[in-house]
């Protein structure tokens, strides 16, 4: 397992506040360069390095690779040793939106910054005299009990079949390990021979680790939650079906075009998957600039949405304009067409339109489950294997890294004592998340596979 | 007070340690229980291999004798694994034992300050306070003062001899075991425990036909393991390879019941790196055959070693089992294989400079310790030799890291995880095993050996221009491009390479230096081995880089001192598994502690407050 390095000035990044919505968020940095790296994602970088501490910039969080805003921020500067830590150290206030939040992490740890161990400010405060000695034994305490935290919350967060799945992939990297190994421990004549290194099961590995990392996504949404839009012309009954979804009379329903006018948000379950349920301006012609900003408004959620349900006004039929976004969209997974109003009228349904009537509630339930596979991409069921932190990703991630090294090592026929050093490294990654893999282990595996020894 | 230092016992530890400390001036005496038996080999007549050679080196750097016993003793060299990758090449040499144990004794004869005296000791004796070491006892009587004491009593302490129903009280078959001394120890209040090891029959080379074995030559160069020598000029002759078959397999079934492995009557715990035949076909059934090596024991010597098939089971069976094998039908069994069962000290009662914790002055090493192999004995010996040295000139012990030394790495463990079975040194047991290749011991630790004063001022010189020349021969490929006029002498496929850097060139893994240097008249004025280093050093120079880094994190922690008399009581909100750990093996670094298993990585950081909280009451 990685060690928890506690006293070292490497630049570390850690969420400061709760991780949950909230209108403000606080992103705290610490360590050797701190400054110089934060300005690596900040619009206003130049008068930021400039500051001699205690400053506060405004400015915008970058991804300089995409080219794109990615927060409204300000960010505190502090200077060693006047800071919380004692070290340099940049504070970022940002807003609490948890994609956000997870996106300035990622950039930060981008150009250079690793995740902080659990207490790990603290411990710094402490090491670098910020805390007299007095309160030792309460650092102490909220080392561990973080720690202990941060442990039960991992394995909580883990269900019995990732740990499983992962488990078992490690298992079979300990075997492969081992052959590696046993040629490096023993000389050739001893083990009669080589024994191939069976690069298939390195690509195996590699296609498991992927699949478990594609779930992250699942995980997530159910997790966080997940962004789902009402489009449409107006008057399609886009409000009824939201207030349908909500099941109370929230949102203004009447039979005049653009009643809603702006968004509307709500929070709600569909089949156990946390949805942020927009209602939005009916997309039209409109002159009037208030009506013209909230359709500017809808447009950015949309745009923005996991899901779009386009409402089709099924007593009238398509509209020209709700050809041309079948026509654009229907082939894709993002929208989802709904024909409303079927106790009004019998017309045909398209294929690929979901025929509902917001009154009756007829076909509301076969909407609902297509709505929640289509956000998961999975059936829906409790017992689905799904990874849900940002940090098993990561590590997933990191081994599935260094299983490509390993791949193409073997390619290209390099020595296997560095083939070895990469699928430590994947090990490793594997081990953070299910108990680590020690060079005694490997041996035990060999003594116990191999008939090894003069 | 008698002599500086005592040594009890004469094997590959008792070697290194009774050199180490008579060569820093102190008056040391070597009691062994036979002067005939000084650095007998009694396992396999080879020194060296995978992770083993590279100890051997490390021994020769840090001033040791064992590199040197080796090259004026081999009978046959092979570097091996050459394909597998620099990290993992080892030297390995078969000796001619006879002369070896030859070269042993006149080599400690003939040391200044080093007496020999024939022996047994029974009883470790201890100061009033019962907390220092004063000396030793023997067995007729002699009471022999000394202000530290060095314990490599190898297997001799309470050693059992099995052979089938046989069992006599022996250290090796024929030599008699040293009795009372375990007995001393765990009075003490020292923790002792058993291990068992064993080795296979000798036979006749003139009962064997040859014609049935495959021959296996050594290397056609001999090369030395000592950094001091260029070259050897020795004899070189051929090993052998046959295999049991199923026939033999049978006879050891059905007699399974006659090994004293099997029938109960031996405790310790056996090496599985180095299972006996016995072992082997019960734990792999499905092998229909397991490799022998006959190898010679020395040059005019009819004892042929049968590497592969160490056993326990009565003679007779021993030589039915045999005959079943290809080239040995008509075998005439010189001495019978045997297991041998003996005390072991666990390693956790010692710091890390060998010396235990319980009695200060008190220094263990070599097989005693838990450990197997000549190498692994005397880097030990070495060690403990130095540190008892270091200590009476009231000087700090030396301790090599895990990233500085497979040395380091073997009593890391030892002191800090213990062993349940005989510890071997193997290659995956370094995590920086990058670092650790044999040929730049000299790099490593010849300073090492150099400031204690072990290594002379020549050889220091000496490896200073080495390292020099190999930065020369570096700086050489750095800066020379493939030219056009090159491509006539270079090989086919080398045009793509045009423009190129050496240096750059060399990285491919089908390119090396021989390829290069021949365009480059000016790295062949370079010794050879300076310049596979370098090639050695660039090949591998991304991950070279990337240990490194490790290797820097790694450090960190290390540096972080534990005071020996810390006490880990007064350290609240830790497990107590945890705090009983700490407690027993006494860590002195951070570092230490966070190898010691089951140790919680969060006790750590709660142990790191305590240490600054009780350094700053101290300033």
Known sequence: MEDYIYDTDDPIVALATAWSESALAVIRTSGRGSVELFSRVFSNSRELKKSLGFTLHYGYIVDQNRKK?????????????????????VEIFCHGSLPGIELIITLLKDVGFREAGPGEFTMRAFLNGKMDLSQAEAVAEIVQSKSRQAHSLALNRLSGGVFDRIDTIKKKLVDLMSIIEVQLDYPDDEIGGDTAVPSDSVLHAIEELETLIDTYRVGRIFHEGVVVAFAGGTNAGKSSLFNLF???????????????RDYIESWISINGIPVRLFDTAGLRNADHPVELEGIRRSEEIIKNAAVVLYVIDGSVGMTDEDLKVFQEKGKGNEYMFIWN???????????????????????????????????????????????????QRELLERAVAALKGVKKSLANKVSLDAVALDLKDGLDALGEITGEVSSEDILNNIFSGFCVGK | MDYDVIVIGGGHAGIEASLAVSRLGFSTLMITQSLDAIGRLSCNPAIGGLSKGNI?????????????????????YRTLNKRKGPAVQAPRAQADKFLYNRLAMDTLGRQANLVLFQDTVVEILVNTSGRDVSGVLTERGNRINAKAVIMTTGTFMDGRVFIGEYQASS????????????DSLRGMGFVLGRMKTGTPARVAASSLNFDLMEEQPGDSKMLPFSFGKNSIDRPSVPCFITFTNEKTHTII???????????????????????????????FPDRNRHQIFVEPEGIGSQEMYLNGISTSLPEDVQEAFLRTIPGLE???????????????MDPTQLYPSLETKKISGLFVAGQTNGTSGYEEAACQGLMAGINAALKLQSKDPLILSRDLAYTGVLIDDLVTLGTEEPYRMFTSRAEYRLNLRHDSADIRLVPLGYRIGLQSEEVFDRLNKKIEGIEEIKALLASRYMKSSDLDSAPEGFSRHLG?????????????????????????????????HSELDIKYEGYIIRQMKQVERFNKMEKKRIPRDFDYDLVEGISSESREKLKKIKPCSIGQASRISGVRNSDIAVLMVMLKRSNRNEE
């Open chain 1, 341 to 391: 109003k079927i106790d009004e009228s019998d017309k045909t349904v398209p294929r690929g339109v979901f025929p509902v009537s917001a009154v009756t509630g007829k076909g509301f339930s076969d909407l609902e489950k297509a709505i929640s596979s289509g956000l998961t991409g999975l059936e829906i069921s409790g017992s689905e294997l799904m990874i849900d932190s940002l940090r």
């Open chain 2, 171 to 182: 250290g090796r078959l024929g030599e008699p075991a040293a009795l009372g001394l375990g």
């Open chain 2, 56 to 76: 051997v080196r490390e021994v020769d750097a840090l001033g040791g004798e064992m590199a040197r016993l080796i090259d004026a003793t081999m009978i046959q």
């Open chain 2, 330 to 344: 008509d075998v005439r069994i010189m001495r019978p294989g045997y297991a041998v069962e003996y005390d072991y």
């Open chain 2, 253 to 283: 079934s059905k007699n399974m019941h006659r090994s004293p492995l099997y029938s109960g009557e031996i405790i310790g715990n056996g090496p599985r790196y180095c299972p006996s035949l016995e072992d082997k076909v019960v734990r």
């Open chain 2, 500 to 532: 190129k850097k050496f240096g750059q060139i060399l990285k491919n893994p089908d390119v090396n230096i021989d390829q290069l240097s021949k365009l480059e008249p000016r790295i062949e004025e370079y010794p050879r081995e300076w310049i596979s």
């Open chain 1, 246 to 260: 909500l099941k109370e009379d929230r949102s203004i329903v009447s039979e005049i075009n653009g009643t809603t």
């Open chain 1, 69 to 89: 805003r990615i927060d409204q921020v300000t960010a505190a500067v502090y200077r060693a040793p006047k800071s919380y830590t004692g070290q340099e150290s």
